[in-house]
């Protein structure tokens, strides 16, 4: 039943049910601020993965839930890219060590079942912080306070929001932040299956002419697969029979980890991007995908948002320091610059790659060709862009 009592002010109230909503929530009542996290309940079936570069597994390590998940992942340790585009100029294939950067791994692939699960857990055991289950309905801002009202009929009052509730952001419209969208003519086919060879932990990404098929090594002889299509060849895949599934993706990896059987149900998803044009409002912080969307492409998605949060939380803190509020306008606004550069680098990044493989226009293809030619060849270069690909070359930085 709701609670009818007036609500108890908190520093912080996160929306959000998602990994992003739930570890900043983390984070910010370990830093010692009484937090409060409105979330739906989990969702318990989901076949998805999520590859997480060191930063976040730091972030993980910090807040208390690394440990139960390693054994559950797989170690990433080489990135190998191929162009199978089939046009004339091709690019030549690609492979990234991470011992070229003195680590022993560039991150772990996970399921993002047991993600939730373990992050969950830690929210319903972690001290300082009150869970809602529901989503947010309504929100009023004010110069003080922030009012969220949630679907339970609990209402949430805190000193600052942060909005971790997805694209279709609520408190975002409410906060009247404007964003851009777009779409892409794809769908993103994703999948795990079993196989024969071992993957030597090596994500393999095959560059097509409708997007990448990436094979991204899991526990044992099994690999999640996400496989960029068009929206008729995303349906052909699903309407297939599982042997002749089995078959045609294994077709697709030129039968580098020999032959699939599948392992888990196939799920589709449209590709389409978002930014918005501001990440604060008033009492009000964006994160994760509130934020910004983009294509599953290098895996940048969630360690995009978890580095929304680092920073976030640095900022707090700090302020903390200085006795401020957590919604200090001053605070906000460092927030705001620390992430904006990161967030259109990587976006613009992605999308620039995307779509340099569904063009036939060929002076992209030669770029294409001679950028993948340098990563190849030119060690200074290559090293480079492995260190930006796991984090922005200011703030965080990765040893080597």
Known sequence: MPDSSPPVTHDVVVVGGGPSGRIAALRLAQLGLSTVLIAPELRRVDGRTTALWQKSISLLDDIGVWADLAGNTAPLKKMCMIDDTKRLIR????????SELELNEFGFNILNSDLNKALEKKCNSQGNLDCIIGSAETVKYSETLVDVHASSGNQARARLAVAADGRNSMLR???????????????????????????????????????????????????????????????????????????ELEKRAH??????KLA??????????LNAHKLTGQRLALVGET??????????????????????????????????????PAILMSYEQSRMRDI??????????NKSLLTSFLPVQVARSIGMYMADRVGPFRRFLMREGMAPSVGFRIPG
């Open 173 to 247: 419209q409410a906060a009247g932040i404007e964003v851009k969208t777009w779409s892409y003519p794809q769908e993103a086919v994703v999948l795990n299956v079993e196989h024969r060879l071992p993957h030597q932990s090596t994500s393999t990404e095959f560059h097509t002419r409708t997007g990448p098929f990436t094979l991204v090594p899991l526990p044992g002889r099994q690999s999640s697969v996400v496989c960029v299509e068009t929206a008729q060849g995303a349906r052909d895949l699903i309407s297939m029979a599982s042997t002749d599934l089995e078959l």
């Open 344 to 353: 259109r680098l990587r976006t613009n990044a992605v999308d620039a790659l």
């Open 264 to 273: 888990s149900e196939i799920q589709s998803f449209p590709l389409s991007g």
């Open 291 to 328: 934020a910004h969307v983009f294509p599953p492409i290098g895996a940048q998605g969630l360690n995009l948002s978890l580095r929304d949060i680092h920073d976030l939380t640095s900022v707090i803190q700090r302020g903390l320091l200085r006795h401020s509020d957590p919604g200090d």
């Open 255 to 260: 039968s580098v980890l020999g032959s699939f």
């Open 91 to 98: 690019a030549p294939e690609v492979v990234f060590d991470a």
